[in-house]
């Protein structure tokens, strides 16, 4: 039986050659959450394009859907699909992190389930996310115990923007010792996680953490981080256990960079936020998942 997308509506946007449209997310529990789609203006139905998801980050209670917007409407731009789902936070009652693990793997799921209708080609989709949206990201492809009803394929790549792979609790704990992207305290914002946590994360951490769920036959990964963001020393990790499983994995390293380095507005004239989106660029022709710009 095909399904069919419902409640579309066409937005403004930045780019004249890309249209932007919002749909929702059909879960198999609770409430549906909305989504946005970016779509090349030459789409057509029946189209089979690659495609990339982006999840935003804000410590898993900070929602803004727009976090991925220029790279969205760029990757558009440039004839893939884009995809910015939202997910519940952790300031609504009752919602701890798992809850918003869970939620990536909804989107995922229901995007793969809708691949026809979104002119998707469902063996080249892509997952990216930021920080805890990175988390997301990982998480949708690592943790296969969320998997949902009716997940039946995978994303192709990932790239992670400075993504926490790891629920380290000890840094949770350690709140006086962590500073935010302009070097001022975020003990507040620490706390906050740690409540975000939930009783089942505090109790089996393992169980949630993208770095104890590495395996081989994983997908190509590029991660883009600071060396000076406190995630640097276990995505570090990551790649080396990534590598030694016999995954392909790549990661740029931005010196002097703390976290959230890439996003526009965050340097002058948007320097990183244009460094990252080439180097992310770069990395998704290598994988033959778009073609190169005629000089």
């Not at 995505?235 to 740029?252: D, P, Q, S, T, V």
Request: glycine share 10%; hydrophobic share 40%.
């Amino acid at each position: 039986m095909e399904r069919r997308l419902k409640n579309l509506q066409i937005e403004k946007n930045v780019y004249t050659d890309i249209t932007i449209e919002e749909t929702v997310i059909h879960r198999d529990r609770d409430r549906d959450l909305p989504m946005k789609v970016f779509r090349p203006g030459e789409w057509q139905p029946g189209d089979r394009r690659a495609g990339v998801v982006f999840w935003f980050g804000g410590g898993f209670y900070k929602n803004d859907m727009d976090h991925f917007r220029m790279q969205s409407e760029y990757f558009a731009h440039r004839g893939m699909v884009a995809f910015t789902p939202d997910y519940r936070l952790t300031v609504e009652p009752g919602v701890k992190i798992p809850d918003c693990l869970y939620d990536g793997k909804c989107a995922l799921a229901h995007i793969l389930g809708y691949a026809a209708a979104y002119g998707l080609d469902p063996d080249r989709l892509v997952v990216c996310g930021g920080s805890a949206g990175g988390m997301i990201a990982a998480a949708s492809v690592l943790l296969e115990e969320l998997d949902v009803a009716g997940e039946s394929a995978g994303p192709c790549a990932m790239v992670l923007f400075n993504p926490a792979l790891e629920m380290d609790l000890g840094m949770a704990a350690r709140a006086e010792n962590i500073v935010g992207e302009n070097g001022e305290a975020i003990n507040e914002d620490m706390a906050h996680l740690r409540s975000s946590l939930g009783e089942e994360m505090m109790a089996h951490p393992e169980k949630y953490s993208c770095i104890a769920h590495v395996r081989r036959g994983l997908p190509p990964v590029l991660i883009l981080q600071g060396t000076e963001d406190p995630v640097c020393s276990k995505n570090l990790l990551f790649c080396k256990l990534y590598r030694e499983a016999g995954n392909y994995i790549e990661l740029e390293e931005y010196l002097g960079c703390v976290h959230g380095f890439f996003n526009p507005g965050r340097s002058e004239r948007n320097f990183y936020y244009y460094q990252t989106r080439k180097r992310m660029e770069m990395f998704l022709i290598e994988q033959g998942l778009l073609a190169r710009e005629e000089e």
